[in-house]
DNA sequence: TTCGTTGCAAACATTTTGCAGTTTC
DNA sequence: GAAACTGCAAAATGTTTGCAACGAA
């Protein structure tokens, strides 16, 4: 597992870019962004990663945009603002989810809770009329 | 716009098969449960009349669950539970948001917030290992 | 007639997969 | 050599759209 050789790049450089924006990027985000650097990167080996990734945590899915599934290199718990008019996905560090709700979540569904995800909606401060 | 010609409304029972369940459906759920009143429906149509009613604000998208856009009849905000297992949609009408979160999130975001969604991801009880 | 709604099939966009070629060990 | 990773093209998926036909006013 030779993680500077010719041939683990493309991935490493996958992880990187993903965890290196927080433009929460789509799968083409990242084809587009790699290829500048790295032009015979392909679009199947970026999606064969960050499913990779996804599975071993090593990111997150906040789910469709847009119908466009965006990532997130943060895989530590925070809230989202997603804007209805640039579909742009924005943290709110400063926010949390009261870990009181996630204990109620998990007896009145009856299961086990492993994630809460809290997402505002609306039009950001670009996107917002004057 | 006679709403109960010789013939069903297509749109009317498609509003009411969203609205009259609470398994949050898919348009696919859709299409094949009306069928089997409605044989000659089409898909086509059951996707353009969820557009539409998501547009007029009559049913609300809860975004995707295993890449499948999925629905909601109940339109007031309310708490959801997503099994990773079976993919049941399932409320929490018990839960609420904090209304001080929604406020602090468009302070934070410096726009509008108009849709605050909040999701629990886990396991149900009957995918639960016993 | 005019307008809106529908079924069908084709088109579409995103994502996944088969396979052969390459690199690493 | 075996195993892992990749690019390319094809396939698969969920969704949207063009168009002609139909129904209601």
């Known amino acids: 597992m030779e993680r500077c050789g010719k041939h683990f790049r493309k991935r490493d450089a996958i992880l990187a870019c993903v965890r290196g924006t927080d433009v929460h990027p789509s ?3 990242v084809y587009e962004t790699l290829r500048q650097q790295m032009p ?3 679009l199947a080996t970026v ?4 499913a990779l990734f996804k599975q071993q945590g ?7 945009v847009g119908g466009i599934e965006r990532f997130d ?17 924005i943290d709110l560090p400063q926010m949390t989810v009261p870990q ?7 007896a009145e569904a009856g299961g086990q809770v492993h994630v809460c995800q809290l ?12």
């Open 27 to 29: 799968a083409d985000w």
């Open 40 to 42: 015979d990167v392909s």
């Open 47 to 50: 999606y064969r990663n960050l």
């Open 58 to 64: 090593l990111i997150a899915s906040l789910g469709t």
């Open 73 to 89: 290199g943060n895989t530590a718990p925070h809230v989202h603002f997603v804007c209805a008019g640039c579909d742009a996905v």
């Open 100 to 106: 009181s709700l996630s204990s109620q979540a998990a």
């Open 119 to 130: 997402t505002f909606t609306g039009l950001c401060s670009r996107c917002s009329p004057k």
